[in-house]
């Protein structure tokens, strides 16, 4: 079996790109400017275990459980589908668990748009 090296045609490859090209640019202007919450970081914690959200952090909801959150000595108890946002240039954030049931926690990193 021969293998022959493929050309392509600049020209051929315009065209066939072209159609999806504004498809593509709408999805990369997302990039461009300060984006907001593009995709949730998902943790478990579970009662007696304590976990450190960093200071990218800007939002967090709680999934399933009680989530207790201490950030620079202010406390904040979420329970579940509440939400609470974090300050820009804030420390970080140390989150346990108050319930028996395991603790499902969604972080969303990144520069707030409001």
Avoid at 37 to 64: C, M, Y
Wanted: net charge positive.
């Amino acid at each position: 079996m021969k293998h022959f090296p493929k050309t392509f045609q600049r020209v051929s490859i315009a065209r066939a790109v072209s159609k999806y090209s504004d498809t593509f640019n709408s999805f990369t202007a997302l990039f461009l400017g300060p984006t907001k919450f593009l995709i949730p970081r998902l943790f478990t914690i579970r009662q007696g275990e304590v976990f450190r959200l960093t200071s990218a952090d800007r939002e967090i909801q709680v999934l399933s459980g009680v989530a207790w959150i201490t950030v620079k000595g202010e406390d904040i108890i979420l329970t579940c589908a509440e939400k609470a946002s974090l300050k820009l240039n804030q420390d970080f954030a140390i989150v346990s668990a108050l319930s028996d049931v395991p603790l499902l926690l969604a972080a969303w990193s990144g520069e707030s748009v409001e």
